[in-house]
């Protein structure tokens, strides 16, 4: 049993500002950087945070699925075994299968591998219109919280609207898709779209999408599209708005 002085300690402000130091920003670390600069995450490392062995960032929004990055699998499973509440973490491509077989060996479980797959927009993003979609601001908060966006990374929804960047399909008075910032960093900006099952297939999240990259690029800043391997959905608008894909990292998804 794993006793309250073993568990990692989250790191001090000091010890974050030394890791942002140390951590190079990518499309693959716009989310990281984010979480870490606004304070809406526990960090944990086993070593040196800025030595970049062996961290683990897991969101206040959504604590079960992690982040982890450098470079020693050992380090990071040292890590990943005594938290709690995690179902998945997202890391390296290079440190996947050493991680996994440490994962199967002392959990004698299966690990499952999944892709998360990274793009970038370098291209004047495209223009596409539909007259449900507009980007939404402050005004529209009570709107979007009906429909179940809250802030996520950004801490809150105001923060949210104040900070980033939302559009969306309004029908009939209600928000019924989605298309916003998930996370800002100095050269890069992480899109994620949703759209309510009942209106999906209308062009939707393309044309709200579209909006926020153009808005992303006046800003100065790349827009990034990551999603899941078989999430055929977003991988169609994706290509639809001329992203192109620069890079891939790996879930290990513990069994059940």
């Not at 989310?31 to 870490?36: E, M, R």
């Not at 699998?73 to 491509?93: S, Y």
């Not at 991988?235 to 894909?245: N, P, Q, S, Y």
């Not at 890079?247 to 069994?255: D, E, G, P, Q």
């Amino acid at each position: 049993m794993t006793t309250e002085s073993q568990r990692p300690r989250p790191l001090k402000v000091d010890e974050v500002r030394r890791l942002l130091q140390a951590i190079d920003e990518s499309p693959e670390t716009v989310i990281p950087i984010h979480l870490l600069r606004r304070g809406t995450c526990r960090t944990y490392a086993a070593g040196d945070a800025a030595a970049l062995d062996a961290v683990v960032v897991q969101a206040d929004h959504m604590p079960e699925e992690l982040f982890g990055l450098g470079t020693s699998a050992q380090g990071i499973w040292d890590l990943l075994r005594v938290l709690d509440g995690w179902t998945c973490v997202e890391v390296a491509p290079v440190v996947a299968p050493a991680l996994g077989a440490l994962m199967s060996e002392d959990t004698g479980k299966r690990v499952r591998y999944y892709e998360g797959i990274y793009h970038t927009l370098t291209k004047p993003a495209p223009v596409f219109e539909d007259p449900a979609v507009r980007q939404l601001t402050i005004r529209d908060a009570g709107l979007l919280a009906a429909y179940g966006l809250h802030g996520g990374d950004f801490g809150s929804l105001p923060r949210l609207l104040l900070e980033g960047v939302v559009a969306g399909a309004v029908v009939d008075g209600q928000v019924v898709g989605t298309a916003h910032t998930s996370a800002v960093t100095d050269r890069y900006s992480d899109i994620g779209v949703d759209t309510h099952e009942a209106w999906r297939g209308r062009g939707f999240a393309t044309a709200a999408a579209s909006i926020v990259a153009r808005r992303v690029q006046e800003q100065g800043r790349i827009p990034v599209w990551s999603c899941g391997e078989d999430n055929v959905a977003s991988l169609r608008v994706a290509r639809k708005l001329g992203f192109e894909e620069v890079s891939r990292l790996t879930y290990l998804i513990k069994a059940a």
